[in-house]
């Protein structure tokens, strides 16, 4: 009997140990789980955030690097047989509550750098999603957490567990503001369609007309420049202006039918910055060594949609020069509601009923398709110019590769104008901002002072 009292205490002893080892490991294996979670929604939120331009996905994605922090806390206090350390536990209970004080501070900077950047972001399935899944899932980890802090007496692991429950806070916050963000339509409120005919400077105009061009500025600080000298302060001061204001706005920039994307963008995307997602695009026209079979608009608009498809562009700005504009126009008619604004430079096509000038003009291009290749480009740059102005002499040494494939794109170009069609009906319903600028009517304002 004495022998049965004596070893009766080791033997609880031992069985309280391995049961706080049991709840140690639990609690290292919980903040395990929520790291591994809080990277992913990390990765998730970030990338949604930057490509919606929304300041509530990247601030979330903040949030889940704070609470990786204050898991790591446990996973340190309760490795190396720092657990049933009293100092261990007070050191935690100080990390913790420092996360806590990182967290606030970082949603109240989030918050006032929203307020002030007023930024408009188009909507995130993507963060709705993930906003769905986070909301019920954090309650049930936080509660599992609490439930291991009190069984260790760890005030560190229940502190910890808060935070759980604030991220759960934060998901059906975020989940209500996308919502009604993909509501609204996301990006720019649409104003109300009116019953009335279209104004006419809202008509695509007919090219070759020399009347004053019309434009419906852009909100848009990317197409809400002013012009640009190029030197002195007027330059500088419109640089940092588009600086300032833009808050990531998405672009695609086609180029006309001879010059490539890169070296027509090159210097407008340097001024944009790293705040304007720019993508200069090449046309399809030119993606292999020989036009596509049966080359349309409508080949150009499917790679516009490619495109924008990679990046993550749900909508954007959408620019386009000579060739450009007549594809970006194409796209406009077919996928109006994926602009935020579309920006028409010199289009060398509009789908309108040609005036006679027009078509005398698209009679002397036809003339030059059974030319050989330097006679049609030599030609169809003449045609470029005013009567009497000689074109300046072509640069010495050899032609660029890509100048070999530029014939047969034009004249591709020219059937496709000559056989295409576009839906007006459909372009007079477009109500995002229009800007529309001709050579000769950008001259005039040029001239005379005019922005």
């Known amino acids: 009997m004495s022998t049965a009292i004596e070893f009766q205490p080791r033997l609880d002893h031992a069985a309280e140990r391995q049961e706080r080892q049991r709840l140690e490991r639990r609690a290292r294996q919980l903040a395990h789980l929520g790291n591994g979670w809080h990277l992913l929604e990390f990765g998730i939120a970030l990338g949604a955030g930057i490509a919606a331009g929304s300041v509530a996905l990247t601030s979330f994605a903040g949030d889940s690097l704070v609470e990786v922090l204050a898991a790591s806390v446990i996973v340190w206090l309760f490795g190396g047989g720092r657990g049933g350390s009293a100092q261990a536990e007070r050191r935690a209970q100080r990390l913790i509550a420092a996360s806590y004080l990182l967290l606030v501070a970082y949603i109240l900077s989030q918050t006032l750098a929203d307020l002030v950047v007023r930024a408009h972001p188009a909507p995130s399935w993507v963060g709705i999603g993930l906003a769905t899944v986070t909301a019920p899932t954090m ?3 936080a509660r599992a957490k609490r439930r291991v802090g009190h069984a260790l007496s760890s ?15 934060l998901s059906i916050a975020l989940l209500t503001g996308l919502l009604l963000n993909a509501a609204a339509g996301g990006g720019q409120t649409r104003p109300p369609r009116s019953s009335s005919p279209p104004s006419r400077s809202t008509r695509p105009a007919r090219v070759g007309t020399v009347t004053r061009a019309t434009a419906v500025r852009d909100r848009s600080p990317s197409l809400r420049c002013r012009r640009i000298q190029h ?9 940092r202006k588009i600086a300032a204001m833009a808050t990531r706005h998405r672009v695609v920039l086609l180029p006309g039918g001879v010059l490539p994307a890169e070296p027509a963008y090159a210097a407008l995307v340097q001024i944009l910055g790293e705040r304007v997602h720019a993508v200069a695009k090449d046309l399809e026209v030119y993606s292999g060594d020989q036009p596509p079979r049966d080359f349309s608009l ?3 608009v499917e790679g516009i949609v490619r495109v924008a498809d990679v990046h993550g562009f749900d909508r954007f ?15 406009a008619a077919l996928h109006g509601t994926r602009l935020l604004s579309l920006a028409l430079l010199e289009p060398a096509w509009a789908g309108n009923e040609r005036t006679p000038e027009e078509e005398a003009l698209m009679e002397h291009f036809r003339a030059l398709e059974p030319l050989p290749p330097d006679q049609f480009m030599a030609g169809f740059v003449q045609l470029q110019l005013a009567p009497g102005v000689e074109p300046p002499p072509p640069p010495q040494g050899p032609s660029p590769q890509w100048m070999a494939k530029r014939p047969a794109g034009l004249r591709a170009f020219i059937d496709a104008f000559d056989n295409g069609h576009l839906d ?13 600028a001709l050579a000769n009517s950008l001259l005039a304002l040029w001239q005379r002072g005019e922005s």
């Open 317 to 331: 700005h959408l620019v386009g020069y000579s060739g450009g504009g007549a594809s970006s126009l194409a796209f």
């Open 231 to 239: 030197s002195g302060r007027t330059r500088k001061v419109a640089v």
């Open 139 to 141: 309650p049930l980890l």
């Open 155 to 169: 005030s560190a692991t229940v502190s910890e567990a808060g935070q759980n429950q604030i991220c759960a806070y």
């Open 424 to 436: 007006l009906e459909a372009l007079r319903a477009f109500d995002r901002p229009v800007y529309f």
């Open 298 to 300: 409508d080949v150009e």
